[in-house]
């Protein structure tokens, strides 16, 4: 089967243009959209590089990555809050509101924890599932704040991570409707030492979800 091809595109955030990559079904899904964030030292080039937005498009769901405000091709762009702080709910609303893919998957690893948390515990109504992968700012909610939300959630982490990748589990882990995987012998961005079994178990993840 050929690989879903890869489109690019730009989109206006709050002032600010962000660019995206996406990946579609090859026939109608009624599988969730995704929205792929990234770490500092990444890009949506990355999820292309590595073939999730591929894999995803296969397995009949729309799949985006963005590049994050003042990285990637969205370099020109200013975050909406300083680094390690979390930002404002509404711009990740904003940024699935302009792609039309309410609700969504959210795939969150390192950095992008403080656009994605604040997102997906102030407007649960437009997430269809939570991964995050040993984020930053988890440290920044009450297990309150966890405790409100119901959408399934898969955390993920390295083992050889032992900063972010435990304090985000010990944090994440007050999500109600939440499982832990954790990745052998991977570090912080488990993903990239272990391709296969990332996709194996986020396909899964994702499968079992209620359309």
């Not at 309150?144 to 390295?158: K, M, N």
Request: glycine residues 8%; contains cysteine; hydrophobic residues 40%.
């Amino acid at each position: 089967m050929a690989e879903a091809p890869i489109h690019d595109g730009f989109i206006t955030v709050s002032g600010q243009t962000l660019f995206y990559r996406e990946a579609v079904p090859a026939q109608g899904s009624s599988r969730p959209p995704v929205l792929l964030l990234h770490g500092i030292r990444f890009s949506s080039q990355t999820w292309m590089d590595l073939g999730t937005l591929q894999k995803l498009a296969a397995a009949g769901h729309r799949a985006i990555a963005i590049d994050l405000p003042g990285l990637g091709c969205s370099s020109d762009a200013k975050a909406p809050s300083p680094l390690g702080e979390p930002a404002p709910p509404g711009f990740i609303q904003e940024v699935l509101d302009s792609l039309n893919m309410v609700p969504a998957a959210i795939i969150s690893p390192s950095l992008s924890g403080m656009y994605s948390l604040p997102f997906v515990l102030n407007n649960p109504q437009s997430v269809a599932a939570y991964v995050p992968v040993a984020p930053i700012c988890t440290d920044k909610f009450t297990a309150q704040d966890y405790g409100r939300v119901q959408f399934p959630a898969l955390i993920v982490y390295g083992d050889g991570d032992e900063q972010l990748g435990e304090v985000s589990v010990r944090n994440l882990k007050n999500l109600p409707n939440s499982h832990v995987f954790c990745m052998e012998g991977a570090g912080h961005a488990c993903y990239l030492d272990d391709p296969e079994t990332w996709h194996h178990r986020l396909l899964q993840f994702l499968g079992s979800l209620k359309c």
